[in-house]
């Protein structure tokens, strides 16, 4: 497909290294980080399951789970109009129009877009700082995907209880230093925290994100999985993202 049709002056292309896949990125706005990577590893889909992805910005998981899963429909729901429209492109310049379906919408709004108690397993990767205050440009599309301005956390674990069906799983990374809030959040809302993964940049430096499951109507009991290490090195990956994440 030709990628000129899709790429708007000032945007670039930039190669996912995982079946042919492209993304359109607007260095202006909010590009995907590791996180997203990360997240896409994280997230455990079976054939045929539907996904979908909150907060999807510019449709980095949609694209990465319809690789990296036999998930039968992907759905991503993004609130800021030009994260959604590329978020879109992205989708059609790839040709997955049929499996992925971006939608412009707010998450707090989710049950206006898709039924109710439809998803096996929702995905987000959520603004991680507590509120706006202070920002010269509380409006500015980086500052909206970073600051919880639009949703806090609690709106995600709201909508992901709604759009999940019983049993469903809800995968997520967000800060460490949260870990606890996050859990209390997660079970006000009926979401069970069942699997957490740290992710430390050095094997001896403290955690900089974390890696959540949580499933709709779930028992107690968690299991935390063994700290996953960027770099071995200064400059260099470790094994396992360099032969699971492709870096």
Excluded: W
Aim: net charge negative; glycine share 8%; with cysteine.
């Amino acid at each position: 497909m030709n990628e000129k049709l899709f790429v708007h002056e000032g945007e670039r292309v930039d190669d996912l290294q995982i079946s042919g896949l492209s993304i359109i990125q607007d260095p202006k706005a909010f590009c995907f980080g590791m996180d997203a990577v990360l997240l896409s590893g994280f997230v455990k889909v079976k054939a045929g399951e539907s996904v979908l992805d909150m907060c999807t910005g510019n449709g980095i998981l949609p694209l990465l789970l319809s690789a990296k899963t036999k998930a039968s429909r992907i759905c991503g729901i993004e609130i800021q109009e030009k994260s959604a429209e590329l978020a879109a492109r992205n989708v059609a310049m790839n040709g997955l129009e049929e499996r992925v379906q971006i939608v412009c919408g707010d998450i707090k709004e989710a049950g206006a877009f898709f039924k109710p108690a439809s998803f096996d397993v929702v995905s987000c990767n959520p603004p991680y700082i507590p509120g706006g205050r202070g920002l010269k440009n509380p409006d500015d599309v980086k500052n909206i995907a970073r600051h919880e301005i639009l949703c806090d956390f609690d709106d995600v674990c709201a909508a992901a209880a709604l759009m999940l069906k019983n049993g469903g799983r809800l995968n997520l990374v967000h800060r460490p230093e949260r870990t606890a809030e996050l859990i209390c959040s997660l079970s006000a809302h009926k979401l069970e925290c069942k699997r957490l993964r740290f992710v430390h940049p050095y094997v001896d430096r403290e955690p900089a994100m974390v890696l959540i499951e949580a499933v709709k109507g779930g028992g107690t009991g968690c299991r935390v999985d063994k700290p996953l290490i960027i770099y071995e090195s200064e400059g260099v990956y470790s094994a396992e993202i360099r032969e699971d994440y492709g870096f």
